[in-house]
């Protein structure tokens, strides 16, 4: 079965950029599905951060539009986050995640999650 | 943004207990609602989808209901492995938004 697992560096400096990458087992990224990030954290409980489908088609949060950057790389059967200029308010668990949906012009819950990856703001 | 809004924050329940959350969505957001089961050091795990379809694999002891604006998850039997958190989601608008989690404890 398919299982999605992050990873990346653990601390990352203020200011700095956050990057994480999920790598799909037991499954191809393929043409299929939206691939997405969410994260939780004490302050903001848990938050959607965006989406992208295989063919390159991507959503943001808004409020976290103008610093983030997800992509995916088929080849590696990966996909990827970077999240620009950040602060403590970053600290977080990251998780990355799955639409059960498998078409491009609809949606369904996120069937498939990784175990998450704690990332720490500081200096 | 859609807001969703989750109660009771913390429930004290027993094993064997039936206990309800429930969750209520700013505006419309039709039957689009999932409920998931956070646990510590775990991925999260999908249990309800489309307001009231049970994912594969979930006993059958989780349902949900609702539709507009509120809605609802039901444990009928609370078991041991049920002691967890439990946010709900809404996918009909960008962007996705979830509760703010309803951590179930034991009595």
């Known amino acids: 079965q398919v299982q999605l697992q992050e990873s990346g560096p653990g601390l990352v400096k203020p200011s700095g950029t956050l990057s994480l990458t999920c790598t799909v087992s037991g499954g191809s990224i393929g043409n299929s599905h939206w691939w997405g990030w969410v994260r939780q954290s004490p302050e903001k409980g848990l938050e959607w951060i965006g989406e992208i489908y295989p063919s390159g088609t991507i959503n943001y949060n808004p409020s976290l539009k103008s610093r983030v950057t997800i992509s995916v790389d088929k080849s590696k059967n990966q996909f990827s986050l970077k999240l620009s200029s950040v602060t403590a308010a970053d600290t977080a668990i990251y998780y990355c995640?799955?639409?059960?949906?498998?078409?491009?012009?609809?949606?369904?819950?996120?069937?498939?999650w990784g175990q998450g990856t704690m990332v720490t703001v500081s200096s | 943004d859609v807001q969703m809004t989750q109660s009771p924050s913390t429930l004290s329940a027993s094993v064997g207990d039936r206990v309800t959350i429930t969750c209520r969505a700013s505006q419309s957001i039709s039957s689009w609602l999932a409920w998931y089961q956070l646990k510590p050091g775990k991925a999260p795990k999908l249990l309800i989808y489309k307001a009231s379809n049970l994912e594969s694999g979930v006993p059958s002891r989780f349902s949900g209901s609702g539709s507009g604006t509120e809605f609802t998850l039901t444990v009928s039997s609370l078991q041991p492995d049920d002691f967890a958190t439990y946010y709900c989601q809404q996918y009909k608008t960008y962007p996705w938004t979830f509760g703010q989690g309803t951590k179930v404890e034991i009595k």
């Open positions: 995640a799955r639409d059960k949906f498998s078409g491009l012009y609809a949606h369904d819950a996120f069937d498939i």
